[in-house]
Nanobody, 119 residues
Framework: VRLVESGGGLVQPGGSLRLSCAAS????????MAWYRQAPGKERELVAA???????DYGDSVKGRFTISRDNDKNAVYLQMNDLKPEDTAVYYC??????????????WGQGTQVTVSS
């Protein structure tokens, strides 16, 4: 299973970005999907998570500003980020719990996409 993120970039404070992550490979089913981020010198932290059924959860620092969604038919997850702040600057990683054909359920990670919030 391969996860590929896109949509990162440079944005001014107060701006918006939409991250996308598409999963490919010999996928049988994808259960939970999530976005994590890691800023320089900090540990990786959960930004938002969404179940296959659509239930979502958010880190305290992004509640009310970020929205996670998914398209099960496309094996994709999205992160709409509004009112971005400099402290949102980080590498954002896509995560998926998936069962691939012939492989037990495990977590997969994307390569990360850089989000920089700066004036």
């Amino acid at each position: 299973v391969r996860l590929v993120e896109s949509g990162g970039g440079l944005v001014q404070p107060g701006g918006s970005l939409r991250l996308s992550c598409a999963a490919s490979g010999r996928i049988f089913v994808i259960n939970g999907m999530a976005w994590y981020r890691q800023a320089p010198g900090k540990e990786r932290e959960l930004v938002a998570a969404i179940s296959r059924g659509g239930s979502s959860d958010y880190g305290d620092s992004v509640k009310g500003r970020f929205t996670i969604s998914r398209d099960n038919d496309k094996n994709a997850v999205y992160l709409q980020m509004n009112d971005l702040k400099p402290e949102d600057t980080a590498v954002y990683y896509c995560n998926a719990e998936a069962i691939a054909l012939g492989v037990a359920m495990r977590a997969y990670w994307g390569q990360g996409t850089q989000v920089t919030v700066s004036s």
